[in-house]
């Protein structure tokens, strides 16, 4: 997928005021609008143009945009960085645009996040918009509830007309057990209200960052856990580290890799709490010394042993 440069397309510099930016794709669209242009590919011109704009002259999907920008590097296939908009803060009003109406590139970026509901109108008194960001928490704030500063930038327009993000700290109580994809809701911590309106509310989708050690299927923890071959030949009982700190694993004699053992309720804390499941990963002792091949040539030579029967060779 290629990266597009909205800005190009629209003829401004990135820097470039919202009124720039709405001068120069009124001017642009009348060239290109199929019913008058005589160029050959002048709808999919207009098209693009459509799409530069619906990005460019939204202040948080501009923000998004130019922050993604900063970090792609020209001449190679383009691939929005994991979690790239986590700590991006974004309203509740009407974009105007849907992701499926735009090119992949479009999609990748504001198809979902960043698609907002409805229609931005309000009476006079009437509750402020809602606002949304995703924010990355360790596993360990969600297995024992913790407090923690979070950094969001929010986009705003400054009195030259340029868009520019400024940050905004909150010190937000992670309760113990939220898994990836549930929200905190922030009361008023949205925008203001009209009127005497209450403010909107600010929630905050939660997203794990990645454990060295642990994966997370839901309330479930899944840990790889190397092995001596003697230990899974023989059987043994292991220490296995734990969120809720250090237990001892019984290996059952005659264990193989990829065998799965379940540590009960060693998950995320939950009711009833999620497992953590050990995955047997047997480890091979290196050849590195003399000894040490003379102990696999013996092995060779008197364990009647061929991993590759079941593949008839």
Known sequence: MDYKDYYKILGVARDATQDDIKRSYRKLARKYHPDVSKEANAEALFKELGEAYEV?????????????????????EFRPPPDWNAGFEFSGGHTGGDAKDYSDFFGSLFGRDFRKDGDGRASFHAKGQDHHAKVLIDLEDTYYGATRAITLRVPVVDAQGHVITRERVLNVNIPKGIREGQ???????????????????????????SHPLYRVDGKDLYLDLPVAPWEAALGA?????????IVELKIPEGSVSGRKLRLKGRGIPSDPPGDCYVMLEIMLPPADTESAKDLYRKMAQELNFNPRAKMGV
Do not use: C, F
């Open 56 to 76: 460019l002259k939204d202040t948080e999907k501009r923000a998004a945009y130019n922050q993604l920008g900063d970090n792609w590097k020209g001449g190679q």
């Open 237 to 245: 009982t292991v220490k296995v580290p734990t969120l809720g700190g």
């Open 183 to 209: 929200h905190i809701r922030l009361s008023g911590q949205g925008s203001a209200g009209m009127g005497e309106g209450k403010a909107g509310d600010l929630y905050l989708k939660i997203e794990l960052r």
